[in-house]
């Protein structure tokens, strides 16, 4: 069974800076893409970045320049770097991933639980 747990939510101040990690375990063979989303309270679930099994990365405009997606394919983890907090980035951030099992199997789509961004003074 695969699962996604992210860590590294919490509060910080206008500014601040925090690191999300989001860890893959289980049964895994190759992982393709993944990303990181988030969603606050009343509002749509938001793409903010993707990094490739290649690294190639996207970004949502909200995010380009403050945030920085990185992957370790050796450690089965996803990174999302964010720099410049401000209080509009409080959310639940949940990372994705999409992710083979074995050499004979397909990919699917997994998504851990999420973890809370609060940014505030």
């Known amino acids: 069974q695969v699962r996604l747990v992210e860590s590294g939510g919490g509060q910080v101040q206008p500014g601040g800076s925090l690191t999300l990690s989001c860890a893959a375990t289980?049964?895994?063979?190759?992982?393709?893409?993944m990303g990181w989303y988030r969603q606050a309270p009343g509002k749509a679930l938001e793409l903010l970045a993707g990094?490739?099994?290649?690294?190639?990365?996207d970004y949502a405009d909200s995010v380009k320049g403050r945030f920085t997606i990185s992957r370790d394919d050796a450690k089965n983890m996803v990174y999302l770097q964010m720099n410049n907090l401000q209080p509009e980035d409080t959310a639940v951030y949940s990372c994705?991933?999409?992710?083979?099992?074995?050499?004979?199997?397909?990919?699917?789509?997994?998504w851990g639980q999420g973890t809370q961004v609060t940014v505030s003074s």
């Open positions: 990094v490739t099994r290649g690294g190639g990365t």
């Open positions: 994705t991933a999409d992710i083979q099992s074995n050499a004979a199997g397909g990919t699917n789509n997994y």
């Open positions: 289980g049964t895994i063979f190759k992982i393709f893409g």
